[in-house]
């Protein structure tokens, strides 16, 4: 706990991070976009999002030709004091630890936005899975063309990532047409690949 603690708080140690972390706050932006509002340049921007991430305060999911940023909500509900503290029955140092983990498996098995191999634990590819899933809109509907150029941006396998997000039920697919489920249970899958 104490280390992830560190982490986070000389991420946040740092003007220029607090300038984009306000800016996230306020709506969901893109790398160029941030640039412009901060008047930064874009490799600046870009410098500092990868260090935002790697401490688990900002989200990226690739929209089209542009990765969008966007606050980690569930860190930022954390008191200082929570933090600090741990005075919380270790709910947050808990919620350190499996994203600590969660990073640790993005890192080891998509080093570069890439996965080259599907982890063979399932807990491991649930994660690699999710983080597959972040790319979709809620809600909206794809074709399996558009789902299939998608999930290959990630991953080279995309028929079986594609039938394991129907298979948990974060798609429906209904004549070639597949529908984001909303409210994705992620709590609550099958080991559909075993």
Known sequence: MENETLILLKTVADETRLRILRALAEKDCYAELLAERLDLSQATVSFHMKKLIQAGLVDARREQYYVVYSLKHSIFSHTLGELILNNDDGQT??????????????????????????????????????????????????????????????????????????????????????????????????????
């Not at 399996?144 to 990532?161: L, P, Q, R, W």
């Open 93 to 194: 140092a808990e919620a350190l630890r499996e994203e600590q983990y969660r990073r640790k498996v993005l890192k080891s098995f998509l080093p570069n936005g890439y996965c080259e191999t599907m982890p063979a634990q399932l807990k491991k590819r649930i994660i690699v899975y999710r983080e597959i899933f972040a790319r979709f809109d809620a809600g909206r509907t794809y074709t399996e063309k558009e789902v299939n150029a998608i999930i290959s941006e990630v991953h080279g396998d995309y028929c079986t990532v594609r039938r394991g997000f129907v298979g948990m039920g974060w798609m429906q697919r209904n004549n070639g047409i597949y529908t984001v489920n909303p409210n994705p249970d992620f709590d609550r899958y099958m080991d559909i690949n075993s």
